[in-house]
């Protein structure tokens, strides 16, 4: 989405430059890009502030779990603690 918008502003640009635009359609593009990188930023901080909370819920940093430690036993299978 961040990269249609920035196309769109810089064709809206190009038309202003060319006087077949007005410049509404620039400012339009610009804030088509501001709110698409915001929502890439919102996005992270939300993926960022989920793997703190699972890792909090988990008990360890997620980087620490082997493949074993995460893989979740099937049922009857025995563990070893």
Known sequence: RAEQAGETFRLSLQRLENLRALPLEAVQGLQLVAEAETAVVLAIAEYNAAQIELERLVGMPLGR???????????GERTTP
């Open 65 to 75: 779990l082997s493949e074993n430690d995460a893989r979740v036993p099937a049922e």
